[in-house]
Every structure is written in C-alpha cells, then in structure tokens.
C-alpha cells in the first residue's frame, strides 16, 4: 500500500541556532525582484504560505518597501512561535495550506509559497486555496521542483538506518503541464510566467543527505541534487490574478 508520510526534518533545520548567520536564499531574492517588477500598488499586503520561522518575510520587510502588511502561516507551532520572537511586525498564525476556510477570509496582494508545495500530493487544493484570497491584480509566486517533462512524481522516502523509520514527504515533483492545466481551468483571469531558478554557488553535501547539495553536470556547473537521487530543478511560477470569477 502506498504508505502516508510525515515531515520529520523541519524543527531540526529552521530552529538550528546557527541560522541567523546564514545569508537570505537565492530564492528569496529571485521571489523578491520579481515582486518588485510586479509594480504592486502602494501599501500592499503579503502572504507567506509554508513560512517556517518567518526568514523569507524578514527578507521581504527590509526589501520590500511598498508593502505595510505582512502575514505568515505554518503547521508548526514551534516554528511559528520561534517567528514571533524573530520578525517583529509581521501577523503569524498556525495554519495549513489546505486550510480553506482560513483562505476565504482573507484578501492580499501577493501570495508567497517557497518549498512547500511539494509536501502535497495534489497541487489542486494549495492552487485553489491560493487564488481564493488574491485580490484583482494579485500576484502569487510559488517556488519549487518542477518538472518540465510531462509527468508528476510522488516521493516517499525513509532512513534506512531503522527499517522502523517513517516515510517521509517533501520531494513531491510536479509537472508545469500540471500547474498550467490547473491554472487554465480554475475560473479565473489569469496570466503566468515561469522562472527557472539555478543555484549560482555549490552547497556541499550535508549530514542529512535529504538536504540538496549540488555536482557539476555537463548542462550545469551546480545542478541540486538529494539523497534520493532525484535532480532538483527549481522554478518559480509566477501567476498574476487579472480578474476575479463573477
Ligand atoms: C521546506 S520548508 C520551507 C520553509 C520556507 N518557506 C523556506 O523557503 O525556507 C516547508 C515548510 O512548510 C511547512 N508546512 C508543512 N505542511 C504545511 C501545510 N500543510 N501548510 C502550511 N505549511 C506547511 C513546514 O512546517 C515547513 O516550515
């Protein structure tokens, strides 16, 4: 049977005291000049969805001027209270992605997801969820694996250390025909863009091999890969909301 899975690694990653040191993703920046080109009206609002320990909305508050509210939500409690004490001035809750009736009581101007919607199975939900809080003019901007191949794929993996172990979710890789099949028939205005994201530096292997590290390939000097054998190609799908459903 196809076994359920659970994200075991987060805690140990986002509340590692050694964090704060660390410099703002490479995705971070791709998501952030984007948003800027989007030329997003005066006091905009922001949604990070997946927000961990707010690091992405911290970014966002020092580069992102325009905006006056910011709101973050995670399943975690232990994230979302560590993002409290770290990001001043910014609304977190504990909340779910799938969580549709906390998306239809609110409204914002753009809509964040980075590495977090390859945890679901189906992408429908998240996509509908997402749209459903957009304002007219809206931008939503997701950052994960994607597959430009014709073909979704669904990971579980598990520590082979203990047969016992969980199987894990996280290495979900969806198609862009999938994004955009979903995008097309969801009843909205809608515009989108892909933007390929390459790792400009080498990240070297790590204690846990789930975290991805990069090798040189003859298409890439650092192409990502895991401890699942998987290349891990990201892409940021930036989707613009030009009309509401009637
Ligand atoms: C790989 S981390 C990405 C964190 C952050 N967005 C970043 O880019 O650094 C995935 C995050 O998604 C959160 N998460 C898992 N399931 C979720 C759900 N159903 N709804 C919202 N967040 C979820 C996890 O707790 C974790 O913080």
């Not at 805690?11 to 984007?34: C, H, I, Q, T």
């Not at 996280?170 to 979903?182: A, E, M, Q």
């Not at 080498?202 to 003859?218: S, V």
């Not at 891990?232 to 909301?241: C, D, E, F, P, W």
Request: aromatic fraction near 10%.
């Amino acid at each position: 049977m196809f076994p359920d899975g659970k994200r075991i690694a987060d805690e140990a990653v986002y509340l590692d005291k050694n964090r704060s040191s660390l410099e703002p993703k490479e995705a971070f920046k791709l998501l952030g000049n984007l948003i800027r080109k989007a030329q997003h009206t005066k006091s905009a609002s922001l949604l990070d969805v997946g927000c961990a320990t707010g690091e992405l909305l911290l970014y966002f508050k020092n580069n992102l001027p325009g905006f006056n509210y910011f709101e973050g939500i995670d399943v975690l409690n232990t994230l979302i209270n560590q993002a409290r004490k770290q990001v001043p001035d910014v609304e977190f809750r504990i909340g779910s992605a799938l969580d549709t009736k906390y998306f239809l009581q609110r409204r914002f101007d753009v809509v964040v997801c980075c590495g977090t919607v390859q945890i679901f199975d189906d992408l429908r939900l998240p996509l509908e969820n997402f749209l459903s809080c957009a304002r007219k003019n809206a931008s939503i901007l997701i950052c994960s694996p994607f597959n430009e191949e014709p073909i979704d794929v669904i990971t579980r993996y598990r520590r082979s250390e203990s047969a016992a172990s969980d199987w894990e979710l996280g290495w979900n890789i969806f198609s862009c025909k999938t994004v955009d099949y979903i995008l097309e028939q969801s009843g909205y205005n809608l515009s989108w863009s892909w933007h390929p994201f390459d790792m400009p530096f080498a990240i070297p292997k790590r204690n846990d091999p789930m975290r991805t590290w990069t090798i040189k390939t003859e298409e890439k000097p650092f192409q990502t890969i895991n401890g699942a054998s998987q290349l891990i190609n990201m892409k940021v799908v930036h989707i613009r909301v030009n009309g509401l459903p009637e």
